[in-house]
């Protein structure tokens, strides 16, 4: 429902946030002087990277999504391709076999 895919929307936006603090902290505890202004940064450049992340699975899915779409049209043209191939050569025979029938009552005649 809505309301759910708002809550998963929601829980997964705040665990990416939880993870950015977490990742900035974690280079903050390997430095030597604690600045909240350098915290806001490294914040900003974790949170950056995880969108560029999310942002590349995302293309990576739809991509690959399109590509099997891609293969499934092709294989689906090749077919009827291969269908019409088979109705042409069922109407040149049908026509050549009415042509014959054509002449043998010509000369039956």
């Given at each position: ?10 829980r997964?936006?705040?665990g ?19 600045r909240?202004?350098?915290l806001r940064?490294?914040?900003a450049e974790?949170?950056r ?5 999310a ?5 990576t ?10 293969a499934?049209?092709?294989?689906r ?8 191939a088979?109705e042409r ?9 009415l ?6 009552q010509?000369?039956a005649?």
């Amino acid at each position: 429902s809505g309301v759910d895919d708002a809550n998963a929307s929601l829980r997964a936006i705040l665990g990416s946030r939880i993870e950015s603090y977490k990742a900035a902290l974690q280079q903050m505890s390997s430095l030597k002087d604690f600045r909240p202004d350098k915290l806001r940064h490294l914040l900003a450049e974790q949170e950056r990277k995880m969108t560029m992340e999310a942002a590349l699975r995302d293309h990576t899915f739809h991509a690959e999504r399109m590509d099997n779409e891609l293969a499934h049209h092709r294989r689906r043209l090749e077919e009827v391709d291969e269908q019409r191939a088979q109705e042409r050569a069922a109407t040149e025979a049908r026509i050549e076999a009415l042509e014959l029938e054509g002449q043998s009552q010509r000369k039956a005649a």
